[in-house]
T-cell receptor
Framework: AQSVTQLDSQVPVFEEAPVELRCNYSSSVSVYLFWYVQYPNQGLQLLLKYLSGSTLVKGINGFEAEFNKSQTSFHLRKPSVHISDTAEYFCAATGGFKTIFGAGTRLFVKA | DSGVTQTPKHLITATGQRVTLRCSPRSGDLSVYWYQQSLDQGLQFLIQYYNGEERAKGNILERFSAQQFPDLHSELNLSSLELGDSALYFC??????????????FGPGTRLTVT
């Protein structure tokens, strides 16, 4: 069975501080891994994806994520957040033709 | 703007009724995916169509069905609606058919309220 766990439901952080949103997955098959962002009243937008190759993946808006196979993790990081990064972030795993999303992490950036 | 359009934006209907949600993918995309987002279930993958044929199935109820037409637009039909079907329904599209290996572009969603 496949599952995705986002370890924090909410992450408050001050502007210009670094942030890490944690994601762990489990799967009996090889997976592709994704991070999506959802701004209020909008659909999801792809931030970055890991298919194969380098384990450090860079995405849009200054975000990056590192695939760690031994720890089955795919944590999302940004060195300095902005107010505009306030949104919900979803980790997703695709394997065996099914996509599983995590429950989401609400990032709240404070001034 | 992702290029994926969904209609209607909002839909309010009563229990037991049937509704149809429509999605037009980005120009050139052959795959369409449907997702349901609710507070208690989170974001759930329902079904994928590729070039008119069903490609993958997720947690889609038997009361729900979908199809993709020759012009590649897709419809999601929800019948015998229950209060628990109230949710945001997203459509996404991608170029290829292998789910996951291609970036998915999401539409703005249809908010369904069942009263």
């Amino acid at each position: 069975a496949q599952s995705v766990t986002q370890l924090d439901s909410q992450v408050p952080v001050f502007e210009e501080a670094p942030v890490e949103l944690r994601c762990n997955y489990s799967s009996s098959v090889s997976v592709y891994l994704f991070w999506y962002v959802q701004y209020p009243n909008q659909g999801l937008q792809l931030l970055l994806k890991y298919l194969s190759g380098s384990t450090l993946v860079k995405g849009i808006n200054g975000f990056e994520a590192e695939f760690n196979k031994s720890q089955t993790s795919f944590h999302l990081r940004k060195p300095s957040v902005h107010i505009s990064d306030t949104a919900e972030y979803f980790c997703a795993a695709t394997g065996g033709f099914k996509t599983i999303f995590g429950a989401g992490t609400r990032l709240f950036v404070k001034a | 703007d992702s290029g994926v359009t969904q209609t209607p934006k909002h839909l309010i209907t009563a229990t037991g009724q049937r509704v149809t949600l429509r999605c037009s993918p980005r120009s050139g995309d052959l795959s369409v995916y449907w997702y349901q987002q609710s507070l208690d279930q989170g974001l759930q993958f329902l079904i994928q169509y590729y070039n008119g044929e069903e490609r993958a199935k997720g947690n889609i109820l038997e009361r729900f069905s979908a199809q993709q037409f020759p012009d590649l637009h897709s419809e999601l039909n929800l019948s015998s609606l229950e209060l628990g079907d109230s949710a945001l329904y997203f459509c996404a599209s991608s170029v290829g058919g292998q789910i996951g290996s291609y970036e998915q572009y999401f539409g703005p969603g249809t908010r369904l309220t069942v009263t």
